[in-house]
């Protein structure tokens, strides 16, 4: 009887243990990567630079480890939160002979989509200490060792830091290897927590030195920790900063000064300043650029102050952004609305030199919504309208994506005094979970969403923005009253939406990559290939990363 067939025969016994079936599921995870119980663990090496910190707290309990340790024939194994080999302590020849011949060195990656199941990997994936006994080995590589591994969660940001792995050749690994690989563990968690809390001291340091002008937009980045005052908290949005993030985590960043253009469209320069002692940590010092007025060009009409475009994805909330801005224009008043969409549906030609004239004539705001389906001729007109508009009917004009407008259609953005841009779902993550508890409120005010709930919420794409989430939560509340509960679970959530991906642990660093990759596929239609050359890396690197960060992208 092959292996495979074995551990499904056993799985099916009465007794099966919660262990067996962690094994069980693990095997089942390393054949669905595409493993092999016959592959090799892989050669090529990776950088691991970035595992400094985790080694420098790891480094004296090793040490200490290795003096209690001496006289075994067993091995300590430290890899990162990817599941890269970052130290190897043996204390026999006998396992240290076998570690090189399988090939474990540092910088090798030994996750569970690489290697299969083992106690480096498997952990990683459940998140919990696990023994792997010889025979449980999903390579034929590794089934002369045992092993007990168990990860290091980091105590201030609650993501995994790295795993701690005790290996010894035996068919069982010795049961003294647990607690004492807990107890390692708490002690590399403790040295991490340490490190953290000066880390957020220094970095808290450098933010009160340089936040006390008013007059000047500050933040301070860190791993875990974010700091703005009041004018950065206004001019700043999650999405700038997952950008600032990205620069205070490139180890080249030296004190420079940059020019940036923020998700609102305010221009900035922006001084950035790595903080002395830390790794990962900038301080932001910045305010908007104003440019002077320019004089009007002899024969050029300025648009008026009063035309205003709104463009983003489908279901961002245009239409209710449209209409929030018409009355602010014009408290009281209703606007009047011409919906191209429903005209062309309709069978009718959307007339906007009537539009507009009306609105005038009425002194009424006018909202155009749809405009990127309009012909040449009424987007010149439009256009010519942006000109002279008066305070008391304003123009709104509603489009799809700035970035995949006509030529007619962004001359006519272009020309709009004001530029409202709805950020998409995807890049309001900080926002999401009270933007569902809001809708969900609306829908049933006595339902509540669960954390794992919230955490599915989180790992979506959203595509289709706030229509797919108000649709989602309806199906949820209505699968939630029929179980006569009032708090929404995951298995409330349509299936396509109960997975929780990666995605809902990165960190901010992680994040913004995503975001970037999202994006760089959606620009060019999914094409991996075109994706990963406007990215600037190969194919296998996008490929490794998209299942990293849980991205759900077709054909993988």
């Not at 922006?270 to 830390?278: R, W």
Request: hydrophobic content about 45%; proline content about 7%.
């Amino acid at each position: 009887m092959c292996h495979v067939c074995l551990i499904d025969t056993v799985s099916l016994r009465p007794d099966r243990t919660p262990r067996r079936q962690v094994i069980e599921h693990s095997w089942r995870r390393s054949a669905m990567s595409g493993v092999r119980p016959d592959d090799a663990v892989p050669e090529r090496v990776h950088d691991i630079d970035s595992a400094d910190p985790l080694l420098d707290a790891a480094r004296p309990i090793l040490d200490d480890a290795a003096a209690r340790l001496s006289d075994t024939d067993v091995s300590l194994l430290l890899v990162d939160h990817e599941c890269r080999m970052v130290s190897r302590v043996a204390f026999g020849t006998s396992v240290e002979r076998r570690l090189d011949a399988i090939g474990v060195a540092p910088g090798v990656p030994l996750g569970e989509d690489v290697v299969g199941t083992t106690a480096l990997g498997t952990p990683a994936e459940i998140r919990g200490g696990v023994v792997v006994n010889s025979s449980e080995h999903y390579l034929e590589q590794l089934r002369s060792i045992s092993c007990y591994g168990r990860p290091i969660i980091h105590p201030a940001t609650r993501r995994l830091a790295g795993i701690i792995c005790m290996s010894e050749i035996a068919e069982r690994i010795n049961p003294l290897a647990v607690p004492l690989v807990d107890g390692i563990v708490a002690d590399i968690a403790d040295r991490l927590l340490d490190r953290s809390r000066a880390h957020q001291r220094r970095v808290l340091d450098a933010f009160q030195r340089a936040a006390g002008r008013r007059d000047l937009a500050v933040a301070a980045i860190g791993d875990d920790l974010q700091l703005t005052n009041a004018l950065a908290a206004e001019l700043l949005s999650p999405t700038d900063i997952g950008a600032f993030r990205v620069l205070a985590t490139d180890p080249a960043l030296r004190a420079t000064t940059l020019p940036l253009t923020l998700v609102s469209g305010a221009e900035i320069e922006v001084a950035v300043e790595p903080v002395a002692g830390t790794r990962g940590a900038a301080l932001f010092r910045f305010r908007p650029v104003v440019s002077p007025p320019s004089p009007p060009t002899p024969g050029v009409r300025v648009p008026s102050p009063t035309s205003i475009a709104v463009s983003g994805e489908p279901g961002t909330g245009r239409t209710t952004t449209a209409r929030a801005l018409a009355a602010d224009a014009a408290p009281g008043v209703g606007p009047a609305l011409l919906d191209v969409a429903d005209e062309l549906i309709a069978g009718r030609t959307p007339d906007v030199a009537a539009a507009v004239a009306g609105a005038r004539s009425a002194g009424v705001p006018l909202i155009v919504d749809g405009v990127d389906l309009l012909d040449d001729r009424s987007l010149a007109l439009l256009t010519r309208a942006t000109v002279s508009a008066p305070t008391s009917s304003p123009l709104i004009v509603v489009s799809g994506p700035r970035a995949q407008a006509t030529p007619a259609v962004a001359a006519l953005l272009g020309r709009c005094a004001t530029r409202v841009d709805p950020l998409p779902l995807r890049h309001r993550t900080s926002e999401l979970a009270a933007i569902a508890s809001g809708i969900l409120a609306d829908i049933d005010p006595d339902l509540t969403l669960s954390g794992s709930a919230t955490d599915a919420l989180l790992s979506q794409d959203w595509p289709g923005n706030f229509s797919e989430l108000v649709a989602v939560l309806r199906e949820a509340a209505t699968a939630c009253r029929t179980r006569m509960a009032r708090v929404v679970e995951t298995t409330d959530l349509p299936a396509d939406h109960r997975t929780t991906s990666r995605a809902a642990h990165l960190s901010g660093r992680e994040q913004a990559e995503r975001a970037a990759i999202v994006d760089a596929l959606e620009r060019v239609g999914g094409n991996k290939v075109r994706a990963a050359r406007d990215l600037g890396i190969s194919r296998t690197t996008l490929y490794a990363r998209i299942r990293a960060l849980g991205i759900q992208a077709p054909g993988l």
